[in-house]
T-cell receptor
Framework: DTAVSQTPKYLVTQMGNDKSIKCEQN?????MYWYKQDSKKFLKIMFS???????INETVPNRFSPKSPDKAHLNLHINSLELGDSAVYLC?????????????????FGEGSWLTVV | AQSVSQHNHHVILSEAASLELGCNYS??????LFWYVQYPGQHLQLLLK??????LVKGIKGFEAEFIKSKFSFNLRKPSVQWSDTAEYFC???????????FGSGTRLQVQP
């Protein structure tokens, strides 16, 4: 029944490793997002996809690469992990981008994936 | 560029006290504003949102917020807090151009029994 689900929920890995976080939504939404929440709880958008098309690509290192195989899935792959990548990565989804300003539409968030790089 | 400021970083209240969390935004387009709550270990949940119309918006769990255009503010209020309201609260503005939310830095609310 979970609307936006992410796996894994917790991930501890060593510097230099490559890891992926997966996200799936069963809401029938067209738009999906990745946000990063740092140790001070600050939330910043990283990427958004609308129906498998990349819409937002913030100034994040190119070690981060999103992939959307279909509109219900948005995965995040991180190469050569660094200590500073430790954070909570939040996946989200919303109805078709451009309709967000209409009442009743909102962005739904997953529970987050807690990444710790040691 | 749009931005959101939450000046209260950490608020400590006793149960039954009244709550007001400040939120100021900067955005040149049509304003759509949100308050989200994040309970410990849980995901972000929508408390309330403003798109247009009545500037006083009521949300879940007894929360409300007032949009004051002249002050660029969207403060969150609750008349009487409960211990279960302990959480992190985030104000956000929708960037309709980029079609994404810009969040404030969050306010940690701690309610003591």
């Amino acid at each position: 029944d979970t609307a936006v689900s992410q796996t894994p929920k917790y991930l501890v890995t060593q510097m230099g490793n490559d890891k992926s976080i997966k996200c799936e939504q069963n809401l029938g939404h067209d738009t999906m997002y990745w946000y990063k929440q740092d140790s001070k709880k600050f939330l910043k958008i990283m990427f958004s996809y609308n129906n498998k098309e990349l819409i937002i690509n913030e100034t994040v290192p190119n070690r981060f690469s999103p992939k959307s195989p279909d509109k219900a899935h948005l995965n995040l792959h991180i190469n050569s992990l660094e200590l500073g990548d430790s954070a909570v990565y939040l996946c989200a989804s919303s109805p078709r981008a451009g309709t967000l300003s209409f009442s009743g539409n909102t962005i739904y968030f997953g529970e987050g994936s807690w990444l710790t790089v040691v | 560029a749009q931005s959101v400021s939450q000046h209260n970083h950490h608020v400590i209240l006793s149960e039954a006290a009244s709550l007001e969390l400040g939120c100021n935004y900067s955005y040149g387009g049509t304003v759509n504003l949100f308050w989200y709550v994040q309970y410990p270990g849980q995901h972000l949940q929508l408390l309330l949102k403003y798109f247009s119309g009545d500037p006083l918006v009521k949300g879940i769990k007894g929360f409300e917020a007032e949009f004051i255009k002249s002050k660029f503010s969207f403060n969150l209020r609750k008349p009487s807090v409960q211990w279960s309201d302990t959480a992190e609260y985030f104000c956000a503005v929708l960037d309709t151009g980029r079609r994404a939310l810009t969040f404030g830095s969050g306010t940690r609310l701690q309610v003591q029994p």
